[in-house]
Antibody
Framework: QVQLQESGPGLVKPSQTLSLTCTVS??????????WSWIRQHPGKGLEWIGY???????YYNPSLKSRVTISVDTSKNQFSLKLSSVTAADTAVYYC?????????????WGQGTLVTVSS | DIQMTQSPSSLSASVGDRVTITCQASQDISNYLNWYQQKPGKAPKLLIYDASNLETGVPSRFSGSGSGTDFTFTISSLQPEDIATYYC?????????FGQGTKLEIK
């Protein structure tokens, strides 16, 4: 059973960089066959896709966030990470990591429990 | 970018009712459409992938249909545990977009 777990600071100051890590267990990122995704959800709002990465390092980002987002992968630790720069209060959200199956529609079939990140001084 | 219009934004129904949610894409996305269920304080759960395929372990009262620009998600007989927010999600040209969500409540 694949499991994903987000970790990182729950509080980030404005203008700083938000950094989160997703640790995958029950499956190997480097085995291929899946993308690994970050999604966020503003309080009381809907889901917003941030971007995803393949084990090879290929990345695809939401155009609206692309200038501030970096997603990376560490196959030796079976982890992938999110960095979001120059954060403001508008980046306060629950951040989820998820596995993306290689079906036609990119279904996100396994999710982490989510972690709340608050941007505040 | 492809826009997804999901409706209704909220819905109240009785146990045993048939419930339908729709999602419309701004352009043809073939069958590249998934449906998720999210309960309060929990991560979303994949229910339907590729427009009409039931994810393993998901009850058969959930179904999806459609292709091109118009998609439908149906609960054939609403159960109390189905109270949640439902989202559609499309995939096109390496990009992912979610619908705005439909909050389902018991009448």
């Amino acid at each position: 059973q694949v499991q994903l777990q987000e970790s990182g600071p729950g509080l980030v100051k404005p203008s700083q960089t938000l950094s989160l890590t997703c640790t995958v267990s029950g499956g190997s990122i480097s085995s291929g066959g899946y993308y690994w995704s970050w999604i966020r959800q503003h309080p009381g709002k809907g889901l917003e896709w941030i971007g995803y990465i393949y084990y090879s390092g290929s990345t695809y980002y939401n155009p609206s966030l692309k200038s501030r987002v970096t997603i990376s992968v560490d196959t030796s630790k079976n982890q992938f990470s999110l960095k979001l720069s120059s954060v403001t209060a508008a980046d306060t959200a629950v951040y989820y990591c998820a596995r993306v199956s290689f079906s036609d529609s990119a279904p996100h079939d396994y999710w982490g429990q989510g972690t709340l990140v608050t941007v505040s001084s | 970018d492809i826009q997804m219009t999901q409706s209704p934004s909220s819905l109240s129904a009785s146990v045993g009712d048939r419930v339908t949610i729709t999602c419309q894409a701004s352009q043809d996305i073939s069958n590249y459409l998934n449906w998720y269920q999210q309960k309060p304080g929990k991560a979303p759960k994949l229910l339907i992938y590729d427009a009409s395929n039931l994810e393993t372990g998901v009850p058969s009262r959930f179904s999806g249909s459609g292709s091109g620009t118009d998609f439908t998600f149906t609960i054939s007989s609403l159960q109390p545990e189905d109270i949640a927010t439902y989202y559609c999600q499309q995939y096109d040209n390496l990009s992912v977009t979610f619908g705005q969500g439909t909050k389902l409540e018991i009448k």
